[in-house]
């Protein structure tokens, strides 16, 4: 899952709105999980990974379409 994570920061490096934002890597199996409400709902719900949040509310699971989150971010910006 990281190198996923990690193709998605280099992607957003490589956009206008690198400055921005800030992505964070969390990890599903780490008892800190819990603190990260929306995901672990998301999970218990039973949706795949990766499950992507923006501003702390899920927006996608299961893949992620780099232009699409991209879109997502750009009209809260």
Do not use: C, H, Q, W
Request: aromatic share 14%; charged share 35%; no cysteine.
């Amino acid at each position: 899952m990281y190198d996923g994570y990690k193709e998605l920061a280099d992607y957003i490096e490589s956009t206008d709105i690198k400055d921005k934002v800030k992505l964070k890597f969390v990890d599903i199996f780490s008892e800190d999980i819990k603190k990260y409400t929306a995901v672990y709902d998301v999970l218990k719900m039973g949706y795949s990974l990766p499950i992507v949040t923006v501003n702390g509310k899920a927006r996608f699971a299961g893949g992620i379409v780099f232009e699409k989150l991209y879109d997502e971010i750009k009209k809260l910006l």
